[in-house]
């Protein structure tokens, strides 16, 4: 990343987890504790980097700015801290989840209060676009994961509607961090839909990754259970491509879902050129969003935002 813009960036970053951590602190201690716990397990803060890098250069970094990058890391926060309630994973980031540590119960009343302080943090700006972004983005968010609950342990689920339910589910919120960083720093309409468009096609890399790695990858290295969609049925991408070459992992897979050998399953998958064709399906998306910040973009440097780009490829090869 070129250098003021790394600096701009990493002040911006510094000051959000400032604001975080006084939001996440004030409230209840019934729901600030394990909120804060949640904010200290870390995370990469890539949704408020996107908020950075989609304001001009020469913008100074202001309030407004930081409150936008906050607001969409506590929607993340929120939205994980749910997904784990419904998914009944054990470890995020190498931690209890706060449904295995505290119950369901408080889990979904950490999750409201996070996502009830990521609208009350956001509305500081006064800008009510940017609090209509995040108001959309909260509903794909929520009918993204309908849609994965009503596609469990679906073997037929087709490419495109997977793709849809990631793009609701994962890349919506990407897209809406650039499309703050553009809406507070002034750029235009024009400048605002191509980096909706950079950040839904990172977004859509990201989750491919990270749905090859929950077949591929040990928790020691993702922090995650290995294995957990196969055991809640979720059916993704590498799975998909990999039961269009081979029909009959169909049955190895639907077996999975009921509890079979999960982990023997996970090492056939991991090998399979199918996951190698999810592989380059994500890097297909990673071209796509390069392409989108390839034309001069009102003051926005594209250089970082390249960056983040390949960063996703970077952190998952
Ligand atoms: C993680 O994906 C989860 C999401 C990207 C979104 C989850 C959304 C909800 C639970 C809806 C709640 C909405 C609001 C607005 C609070 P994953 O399960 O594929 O990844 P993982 O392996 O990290 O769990
Ligand atoms: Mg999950």
């Given at each position: 990343m070129p250098e003021a813009a790394a600096e701009r960036a990493l002040e911006g970053l510094a000051a959000t987890e400032g604001l975080l951590a006084d939001v996440v602190g004030h409230g209840p201690r019934a729901v600030t504790r394990p909120a804060g716990q949640t904010l200290a397990a870390g995370g990469k803060r890539l949704r408020p980097l996107l908020v950075f890098c989609s304001s001009p250069t020469e913008r100074p970094l202001d309030a407004d700015l930081v409150a936008a990058a906050a607001s969409v890391e506590l929607i993340h926060m929120a939205t994980l801290v749910h997904d784990?309630?419904?998914?009944?994973?054990?470890?995020?980031?190498?931690?209890?989840?706060?449904?295995?540590?505290?119950?369901?119960?408080?889990?979904?009343?950490?999750?409201?209060?996070?996502?009830?302080?990521?609208?009350?943090?956001?509305?500081?700006?006064?800008?009510?676009d940017a609090v209509r972004v995040l108001a959309a983005t909260s509903l794909d968010l929520s009918n993204g994961e309908l849609l994965q609950g009503r596609a469990g342990h679906d073997v037929a689920l087709t490419e495109d509607a997977y793709l849809e339910?990631?793009?609701?589910?994962?890349?919506?919120?990407?897209?809406?961090?650039?499309?703050?960083?553009?809406?507070?720093?002034?750029?235009?309409?024009?400048?605002?839909?191509?980096?909706?468009r950079f950040g839904t096609s990172v977004g859509l890399a990201?989750?491919?990754?990270?749905?090859?790695?929950?077949?591929?990858?040990?928790?020691?290295?993702?922090?995650?259970?290995?294995?957990?969609?196969?055991?809640?049925?979720?059916?993704?991408?590498?799975?998909?491509?990999?039961?269009?070459?081979?029909p009959g992992l169909a049955a190895r897979i639907r077996d999975a879902h009921r509890?079979?050998?999960?982990?023997?399953?996970?090492?056939?998958l991991a090998a399979h050129p199918g996951t190698a064709a999810a592989r380059e399906r994500a890097l297909g998306f990673i071209a796509d969003a390069r392409d989108a910040v390839e034309a001069p973009l009102d003051g926005i440097d594209p250089l970082p935002l390249a960056a983040i780009a390949d960063g996703v490829v970077d952190r998952y090869s």
């Amino acid at each position: 990343m070129p250098e003021a813009a790394a600096e701009r960036a990493l002040e911006g970053l510094a000051a959000t987890e400032g604001l975080l951590a006084d939001v996440v602190g004030h409230g209840p201690r019934a729901v600030t504790r394990p909120a804060g716990q949640t904010l200290a397990a870390g995370g990469k803060r890539l949704r408020p980097l996107l908020v950075f890098c989609s304001s001009p250069t020469e913008r100074p970094l202001d309030a407004d700015l930081v409150a936008a990058a906050a607001s969409v890391e506590l929607i993340h926060m929120a939205t994980l801290v749910h997904d784990d309630i419904l998914d009944a994973a054990d470890l995020r980031r190498g931690r209890p989840t706060v449904v295995a540590a505290h119950g369901a119960s408080r889990a979904v009343q950490v999750g409201d209060f996070l996502f009830a302080r990521a609208f009350s943090v956001l509305a500081r700006t006064g800008s009510a676009d940017a609090v209509r972004v995040l108001a959309a983005t909260s509903l794909d968010l929520s009918n993204g994961e309908l849609l994965q609950g009503r596609a469990g342990h679906d073997v037929a689920l087709t490419e495109d509607a997977y793709l849809e339910r990631c793009r609701m589910k994962t890349a919506s919120l990407f897209a809406a961090s650039c499309r703050l960083g553009c809406l507070l720093g002034g750029a235009s309409a024009e400048v605002e839909r191509r980096l909706a468009r950079f950040g839904t096609s990172v977004g859509l890399a990201f989750q491919i990754f990270d749905d090859i790695l929950d077949l591929t990858a040990t928790a020691d290295a993702t922090g995650k259970t290995r294995g957990a969609d196969l055991r809640d049925g979720t059916v993704t991408l590498p799975m998909i491509l990999a039961m269009r070459n081979e029909p009959g992992l169909a049955a190895r897979i639907r077996d999975a879902h009921r509890g079979g050998d999960v982990d023997a399953v996970c090492a056939e998958l991991a090998a399979h050129p199918g996951t190698a064709a999810a592989r380059e399906r994500a890097l297909g998306f990673i071209a796509d969003a390069r392409d989108a910040v390839e034309a001069p973009l009102d003051g926005i440097d594209p250089l970082p935002l390249a960056a983040i780009a390949d960063g996703v490829v970077d952190r998952y090869s």
